[in-house]
């Protein structure tokens, strides 16, 4: 595909191929001189519309240590606030001879409209609550780096799944390189579309989810996509959904704490747990680096 906008049209073996990419990656980050010319010569537009602390600068620095010039255009600072359209705001970047877009959007469908407007390469970096595909595959690699493999393995993912993208793209991704999810949470917050998907099972028991799980993952109470904001108590959330020590102790000895960020650290995840011995929160965010290094070389120079 030409395009990352879901995984929709990937196979498993390319996406196998991005993650061993990730692995030559890791080792360029580890060099004193941290800069490949992979992408010399071309122009890759980072268009946020919506905030971001790692998804950002992790693709910003991924597209600089290949060389490639980086336009970072905020919506936040930019002429959408007065009212310009996507698309208007598009076609003027497009003229600048932009090779590639990096787009966060908060509404779902975003990327593929940059993606028909520009006519260029196109990376979702989250749109809505519908897809965030590089933030699925560092979490994917981040649990093979782990285990040596995703062949069996059982990822839990606790908290508000229904507005989660992270929690989507994760579940039709996991299953594809051969692992288990199970999505847990409040009725309430746990879409039933998603036990559609092959390879997915869905409960409100954390305890259960958690049982057998080689990667425990907390979600974020996503409050912003919630209109009036999260209705229940949330001590009562945390008391239930938090993952912790004690939650822990039901996964397989040798399980992993994730957490895509931001944490509200003491709500969906203890401090404990988000610091101790277990946790790989630190481990994806550096993963999260080579990922989209690995993920801008496949779709902009080669697929090998
Ligand atoms: N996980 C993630 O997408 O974080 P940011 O919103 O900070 O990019």
Redesign the pocket.
């Known amino acids: 595909p030409r395009h990352l906008l879901d995984f929709q049209d990937w196979s498993p073996e390319r996406l196998t191929a991005i993650l061993d990419n990730a692995d030559t990656m890791l080792q360029v980050l580890d060099r004193p001189v941290k800069k490949v010319p992979a992408l010399q010569g071309l122009t890759v537009c980072n268009a946020f519309f919506e ?6 600068t992790s693709f910003e620095l991924a597209a600089r240590r290949m060389s490639a010039d980086v336009l970072t255009f905020a919506a936040g600072s930019s002429s959408v606030s007065k009212g310009e359209s996507l698309r208007d705001t598009v076609e003027v970047l497009t003229a600048y001879k932009v090779d590639a877009y990096i787009v966060r959007h908060h509404a779902a469908g975003a990327a593929h409209l940059v993606a028909r407007y520009s006519g260029k390469p196109v990376i979702n970096a ?1 749109d809505g609550r519908r897809a ?1 595909p590089t ?1 699925a595959l560092l979490d994917a690699y981040t649990v093979r780096q782990e285990f040596g493999s995703l062949e069996g393995k059982r990822v839990a993912i606790i908290g508000d799944v229904r507005h989660s993208r ?1 929690a989507r793209s994760n579940a039709e991704l996991l299953p594809m390189l051969g692992a288990e999810v199970v999505l847990c949470g409040p009725a309430t917050l746990l879409p039933s579309d998603l036990a559609a998907l092959p390879g997915v099972t869905l409960t409100s028991d954390p305890k259960e989810a958690v049982r057998g799980a080689h990667a425990v993952m907390a979600l974020r109470l996503q409050k912003e996509r919630m209109g009036g904001g999260f209705l229940g108590s949330l001590q009562e959330y945390a008391d239930t959904y938090q993952v912790n020590e004690t939650l822990m102790a039901e996964a397989e000895s040798g399980a992993i704490v994730l957490h ?3 944490m509200n650290r003491d709500l969906e995840i203890s401090g404990e747990a988000a610091d101790g011995p277990r946790s790989r929160i630190l481990q994806q965010v550096e993963n999260g680096q080579a990922i989209r290094m690995s993920v801008l070389y496949h779709l902009l120079v080669g697929r090998d």
């Not at 905030?51 to 950002?56: F, I």
């Open positions: 905030n971001s602390t790692r998804t950002r989250g965030h933030q992270v895509p960020g931001p």
